[in-house]
């Protein structure tokens, strides 16, 4: 029934496992990869007729995990999983951006890759099994797919060993968390989140990365020789001589065009240049035109072929610098920090505000739940380019960029136990002409030091992009515009500090990049970003000493673990009395950390005053205020720690022989004792008459006998 196809190896301490033939045999192709016990399925299917009409390749990629892969049910209302996460988003992005390249150029059929984790073992992340199951199932689908791509995690140890797929304990105390994806000559993407590594320590992973692949590609390819559809029958048009027509009416406007530094002014220049071509074409020949990319086509090829023959850009900058920055902070009253960055046309207002516990952010993943209290959201409006948007939820792009960002600050954030503060930054990009997720990692780093937060220090990031010609020469871009972004071959955006990196991100639009063009990206991103730092610290260098007024102010404290059940008491009740009376939150831990906040400081004292006399153990020798709550008739209770009540018997009441309790102090009274010790029984043992009771000070000598 079944004609099953299965391959193995071992790779990185795991047993790397793909199967095909059994499940999803409708679709054109469909492969189960495990490793470990964490298993994915992808299944492909594209269409065998183009949609008439279309101007572009329409892929898409969904990666989903479902809860039952860990033995879980989903948590919320309605019990199952409904819209993606962030992490589903951020996976089917990691899956897309290496395949989208490899398939042949005009391939215009709607094609569709779904990953679904099957199991998960907690150890090994499913993104590298989904990444690696879709490039078995389009290698195996027949489609005119180019790959496959083999994909790998890198770490990086204190030791400084690089680490091949690390388990998911083992990325929490890594200095370096990559993911690679490449076919067997070039590396095709890198996302990466890293603590401050050297430009040839992150090059080296690439190259560790790219080398452990190769047996995953080898795999694929045996497993095609066996099993592969056979391929599907497509010849990309030839529209040679349509284009041709082209580029004899329209070249020398666009080239004129593109000579226009601003941007808008630029964009109407190419517009008109269009429509100088339009004139010149038959009504069939300017629709054919439109939807095979001819414009795109000379648009590229007069800007690609002016940059690296004369090294002069768009703009008219050179190929190595950036353009001209002002960095503003405080431009905001009422938030706790903000700062306006802005980079020739790109500019992003971001803004910190700082949180309590309260205010982290509980995350139901597959992995468990967990609480963040770092997050970083990324807005890109219609206006920053001049268009009309709909007005939606975050899309792929927002939730890419800001992830970016927030990699590549996540490394100089200081620890909990130094800031308890959740902290949230939100991006707004105002304008946008190239790299506003760097403007962004600028940015935030500008804000969060104006909101008084203790980074390690300030982080900046630039994109760097590339034009690579069929005849193996190539330039690599400094501080991209949105155009030579569109219109070159790569994305690559790298973030640090003035140490180090702490984020790289690459795309690539052809067949992938040699290790040298990589290490000329890095050299040129190592000076660009030093530049920008040295720009940014004009502002600010470092984080403001005292917060903004309207921020809250938290302090902690630590108790002992045994008397955690005591400050929060039966149902909640002591620690929301302690809210109410000091005015100041309270949050406790399981590790006994409490966190008080207020952006009164009475109110902060008030609460730390009322939790120490809970937790606090009374000191023999040490005099204190307390109340009579009791009166006996061999002397009286007094309340005088916390809720702690002790005994002073009537000979320690007065120097009087003889005295009755009840003759000197009355229910309610205030009066000070002295913690004189403990019984056998661990009992207090309290004195008055050794203390003056009008001034609380203790007694030199006993009063003389009138």
Same mark, same amino acid.
């Given at each position: 029934m079944f004609n099953i196809t299965r391959k193995s190896i071992e790779w990185g301490g795991e047993t790397l496992t793909l199967e095909t033939g059994k499940i999803a045999r409708q679709a054109d192709g469909a492969v189960i990869a495990t490793l470990g016990e964490t298993s994915v399925l992808a299944a492909v299917v594209y269409e065998k007729k183009p949609k008439p009409g279309l101007d572009f390749f329409p892929l898409t990629v969904h990666y989903q995990e479902k809860y039952y892969a860990a033995g879980k049910i989903p948590g919320g209302f309605f019990k199952r999983e409904a819209r993606p996460t962030e992490k589903e988003t951020l996976v089917s992005r990691l899956i897309d951006r290496p395949v989208r390249p490899l398939f042949v150029p005009g391939f215009k059929h709607e094609t569709q890759v779904i990953c679904t984790v099957l199991s998960h073992d907690l150890e090994n992340d499913p993104d590298i099994v989904a990444m690696v199951a879709a490039s078995a199932a389009l290698t195996i689908s027949g489609a005119p797919f180019r790959g496959p791509i083999g994909a790998v995690r890198v770490g990086f140890d204190g030791a400084g060993n690089y680490l091949l797929n690390p388990k998911q304990d083992e990325v929490k105390d890594s200095r370096l968390n990559m993911v690679l994806a490449g076919t067997r000559g070039a590396v095709m993407m890198v996302e990466s989140e890293a603590y401050e590594l050297s430009e040839a320590e992150m090059l080296g992973a690439v190259t560790f990365g790219h080398k452990a692949m190769q047996p995953v590609i080898d795999m694929i390819i045996d497993m095609a020789e066996e099993c592969a559809k056979e391929p599907f029958d497509f010849q990309p048009e030839d529209n040679s001589e349509l284009y041709g027509k082209v580029k004899t009416l329209g070249e020398a406007a666009m080239r004129e065009a593109f000579r226009i530094s601003d941007k808008m002014e630029r964009h109407a220049a190419v517009s008109a240049a269009r429509e100088t071509i339009i004139a010149g074409l038959t009504e069939e020949e300017a629709e054919a035109v439109g939807k095979k990319g001819l414009f795109k086509e000379l648009e590229a090829e007069v800007v690609r072929g002016d940059i690296v023959k004369t090294g002069r850009r768009i703009d008219g900058r050179d190929l190595v610098t950036v353009r001209p920055i002002v960095s503003e902070v405080g431009v905001l009253n009422r938030t706790h920090g903000s700062a306006l960055f802005t980079r020739g046309e790109t500019q992003a207002l971001v803004v910190t505000t700082l949180g309590t516990g309260d205010d982290e952010q509980m995350i139901d993943a597959l992995e468990g739940m967990y609480r963040a209290n770092f997050m970083l959201h990324y807005n890109f409006p219609g206006y920053s380019v001049g268009e009309t948007s709909r007005q939606m939820g975050p899309g792929r792009r927002e939730i890419g960029h800001g992830k970016l960002a927030w990699r590549a600050l996540q490394a100089v954030l200081p620890a909990p136990t130094d800031f308890p503060y959740t902290i949230r930054i939100v991006s707004e990009i105002t304008e946008s002409n190239g790299s506003s997720s760097m403007a962004t990692v600028c940015g935030s780093s500008l804000s969060m030091m104006d909101a008084g937060v203790p980074l390690k220090a300030p982080v900046a990031g630039v994109a760097m992009g590339l034009i690579l010609q069929d005849d193996g020469q190539f330039a690599v871009l400094t501080d991209i515009l949105g155009d030579e972004d569109h219109l070159g071959d790569m994305d690559f955006k790298v973030a640090g500090t003035a140490a180090g990196v702490t984020s790289l991100q690459m795309d690539?639009?052809?067949?992938? +990049?040699? $290790?040298?063009?990589? &290490?000329?990206?890095?050299?040129?991103?190592? %000076?660009?970003?030093?530049?920008?730092?040295?720009?940014?610290?004009?502002?600010?260098?470092?984080g403001?000493? $005292?917060?903004?007024?309207?921020?809250?102010? +938290?302090?902690?404290?630590?108790?002992?673990? !045994? &008397?955690?059940?005591?400050? +929060?008491?039966?149902?909640?009740?002591?620690?929301?009395?302690?809210?109410?009376?000091?005015?100041? &939150?309270? !949050? +406790?831990n399981d590790e006994g950390i409490i966190k008080i906040a207020s952006s009164d400081a009475a109110k902060? %004292?008030?609460?730390?005053?009322?939790?120490?006399?809970?937790?606090?153990?009374?000191?023999?020798?040490?005099?204190? &205020?307390?109340?009579?709550?009791?009166?006996? !008739?061999?002397?009286?209770?007094?309340n005088f720690f916390g809720k702690k009540d002790g005994l002073v018997h009537v000979s320690q009441m007065s120097y009087e022989r003889g005295s009755n309790p009840k003759d000197l102090v009355k229910e309610g009274q205030e009066v000070w004792v002295k913690l004189m010790g403990f019984d056998d029984r661990g009992k207090v043992r309290l004195s008055m008459k050794v203390v003056d009771q009008a001034t609380g000070k203790e007694l030199e000598k006993e009063p003389a006998a009138e």
């Open positions: 690539i639009k052809v067949a992938g +990049i040699t $290790e040298e063009i990589m &290490k000329v990206a890095l050299g040129q991103a190592q %000076e660009a970003r030093i530049h920008i730092l040295g720009e940014m610290a004009q502002a600010l260098s470092a403001r000493q $005292e917060f903004s007024a309207h921020a809250p102010r +938290i302090e902690t404290m630590q108790i002992p673990t !045994d &008397k955690i059940r005591e400050v +929060i008491g039966t149902g909640g009740k002591v620690i929301r009395g302690i809210v109410e009376e000091s005015g100041a &939150k309270v !949050d +406790i902060i %004292e008030r609460a730390r005053e009322l939790i120490h006399s809970i937790v606090a153990e009374p000191e023999e020798g040490r005099i204190y &205020k307390g109340k009579v709550v009791k009166i006996m !008739d061999f002397g009286a209770f007094v």
